[in-house]
T-cell receptor, first 114, second 113 residues
Framework: AQSVTQPDIHITVSEGASLELRCNYS??????LFWYVQSPGQGLQLLLK??????LVQGIKGFEAEFKRSQSSFNLRKPSVHWSDAAEYFC????????????FGQGTTLQVKP | DAGVIQSPRHEVTEMGQEVTLRCKPI?????LFWYRQTMMRGLELLIY????????DSGMPEDRFSAKMPNASFSTLKIQPSEPRDSAVYFC???????????FGPGTRLLVL
């Protein structure tokens, strides 16, 4: 079945440490890929997206993600985490590529230790 | 622009009552999406509109749910009658096109007792 998997439900990192959040998808063709962030009590905000081209995508707030076709993955990274990065992170795909019909992963909650 | 506006922000109602959630998309955006977020099922797309026309409502859970978009600046999601399992956060989002960034509203937190 088509799906988006975020294997880590909860991650805790120390402030200043590096971060990698995993995302895997199971769709035949390369879908459009997204990472969103949700702060408590807020709506979702787009961090970055991948449609085609360079497989390393830069986003806002110092985040980047790398698309790896062979692994069907789109992992999110940040070299140095700030306390304000504590939030829930969602990976999403648009299998059709242009409808906006997003399928979201279950989310990863990031906790940042001082 | 003020962003996507949703009202009410919180709604508490009793089982069997009608609930209406409202959304004002960003001006000029042609696409509007309704999502539901629960702990059990995560974030699910319920329905989306293009130029005020419903395109895909396959995510609407059952006939108790209905959505309308009478004009480009307003949409409603109605639940009638409401049930406790409808308790969730409902988000509205809008975008310029199907492949452009979706901008989310702050959500409506619904509790059905």
């Amino acid at each position: 079945a088509q799906s988006v998997t975020q294997p880590d439900i909860h991650i805790t990192v120390s402030e200043g440490a590096s971060l990698e959040l995993r995302c895997n998808y199971s769709y035949g063709a390369t879908p459009y890929l997204f990472w969103y962030v949700q702060s408590p009590g807020q709506g979702l905000q787009l961090l970055l997206k991948y449609f085609s081209g360079d497989t390393l995508v830069q986003g806002i707030k110092g985040f980047e993600a790398e698309f790896k076709r062979s692994q069907s993955s789109f992992n999110l990274r940040k070299p140095s985490v700030h306390w304000s990065d504590a939030a829930e992170y969602f990976c999403a795909v648009d299998p059709s590529g242009n409808t906006g019909k997003l399928i979201f992963g279950q989310g990863t909650t990031l906790q940042v230790k001082p | 622009d003020a962003g996507v506006i949703q009202s009410p922000r919180h709604e508490v109602t009793e089982m069997g009552q009608e609930v209406t959630l409202r959304c004002k998309p960003i001006s000029g955006h042609d696409y509007l999406f309704w999502y539901r977020q629960t702990m059990m099922r995560g974030l699910e797309l319920l329905i989306y509109f293009n130029n005020n026309v419903p395109i895909d409502d396959s995510g609407m859970p059952e006939d108790r749910f209905s959505a309308k978009m009478p004009n480009a600046s307003f949409s409603t999601l109605k639940i009638q009658p409401s049930e406790p399992r409808d308790s969730a956060v409902y988000f509205c989002a809008s975008s310029l096109s199907g492949r452009e960034t979706q901008y989310f509203g702050p959500g409506t937190r619904l509790l059905v007792l």
